[in-house]
Structures are given as structure tokens and as C-alpha cells.
């Protein structure tokens, strides 16, 4: 017997999505010197990075960090064959930690660079020194590098998962919904009204960020 689960919340699905087609555009502007819209972009990624983070925080079940951050016992257990749960397996829980660490890292060290010859900068530049946003931007450019180390695991676990496992992880993030063995209990989902509770602040701190963060 299954059980179909609403397993991932909308929220969760459009910022995995959109964080999948703002990465490329985000290479292909700075690659190609389009830094306005590269720095466009960027913004809207620390908006949907801050939303995250709050739904995280006090979204649905399984968008909960504590569902799925997990210490070293469980993840060693899960490795060695222990149950998965729903959402993020142990293993799965850090990767997306990970991600939206470097995902704010990198959005981070690029509000304070600016480039070798000081014609473009990001919007907080001012406040540092010229050799402090010169580092901001070889961070900037090294964070890159290991997002996509990340994203190679992602992938590289996805086809694993497809392949041996015979567990499709891609059409549940479109869906939303999920079929697991036996009779398991429909995980908490969050109300429409608290995704826009967390989207408001979300979007008026990377608008701040845009501003300059300035302070009254």
C-alpha cells in the first residue's frame, strides 16, 4: 500500500527553480560583462536566499531546517542503509545548508567588490577599502567555482538516486507530491499568507541592499 504525500510546498519548488535559472543567467551576464543586470540578478538572489532562510525557519514541515539538519549519528546511520524520512535525507538536508550558504556567501562577497579597474562595484563597496572589495571580488569569483562543485554533487546524486536506486527525486520538486510506502501521516504545510509574511521582508531587504543599506 502507498501513501501520496504533498510532500514540497509551492514555496519551496519556485525558489529551487528559480534559483536553477538565475545561476546560468547569472554566469553568462558576469562572463560577459552585462554587470548591470548581472548585479540585477544578483539582488534577487539575496531576496529569495533571505526568503529561504526564513521559511526555513517557520515554513511547512518538511521546509524546516530542523527537519533535516541532522548531527553525524543519523547521517551515518543513513548511510549505512537507515531510513531516509521524508524530505531531505540526512545527506540532503546539508547539501541544501551548504547551498544556500555559498548561494550567500557569494551574493555577499559580490555586494563589496568591485573590479581591477574600479569602474563597476557592487552596492556596499563604499563602505569597505579598495583592497578589501579587490578581495571581496576574487572571493566572489572563487564562491562561483565551488557552487558549482555543489551543484556536480547534486546532479551526480539525482542520477544515482534515478539510476540505482530507481527513486525519481526531480518530479516531486515539480509536483509536489510524493508516493511512499504504507500509511505515513500528510507532513504540517504552511498557509499562503505566511509565504507572503516571509516574502515581504525578504524582498525589502535585498531593495535596502540595493540602496545601500542605508541607515536612518
Not at 54 to 67: D, E, H, I, K
Amino acid at each position: 500500500m502507498t501513501t501520496t504525500l504533498r510532500l514540497w510546498d509551492l514555496p519551496v519548488r519556485l525558489v529551487h527553480w528559480t534559483f536553477v535559472l538565475l545561476l546560468p543567467a547569472l554566469w553568462w551576464t558576469g562572463e560577459e560583462g552585462d554587470l548591470d543586470r548581472h548585479k540585477t540578478i544578483g539582488l534577487v538572489m539575496i531576496g529569495l536566499v533571505a526568503f529561504r532562510i526564513l521559511w526555513g525557519l517557520v515554513g511547512s514541515a518538511t521546509a524546516r531546517f530542523a527537519s533535516f539538519i541532522r548531527g553525524p549519528g543519523a547521517i551515518l546511520a543513513y548511510l549505512r542503509g537507515g531510513p531516509a524520512g521524508l524530505g531531505h535525507n540526512p545527506v540532503g538536508g546539508w547539501s541544501v545548508a551548504i547551498m544556500l550558504l555559498l548561494l550567500g556567501g557569494q551574493a555577499g562577497f559580490g555586494l563589496f567588490a568591485q573590479d581591477v579597474d574600479g569602474l563597476e562595484s557592487g552596492p556596499l563597496s563604499y563602505l569597505v577599502s579598495y583592497d578589501a572589495a579587490d578581495s571581496a571580488r576574487e572571493w566572489h569569483n572563487l564562491g562561483f567555482d565551488l557552487i558549482l562543485i555543489v551543484i556536480g554533487l547534486h546532479i551526480a546524486a539525482i542520477l544515482f538516486y534515478r539510476l540505482v536506486k530507481r527513486d525519481n527525486l526531480v518530479t516531486p520538486m515539480i509536483t509536489g507530491k510524493r508516493e511512499v510506502e504504507g500509511v505515513v501521516a500528510q507532513p504540517k504545510l504552511a498557509p499562503a499568507w505566511l509565504a507572503i509574511a516571509c516574502a515581504l521582508p525578504a524582498a525589502g531587504f535585498a531593495w535596502w541592499i540595493s540602496k545601500g543599506a542605508p541607515l536612518p
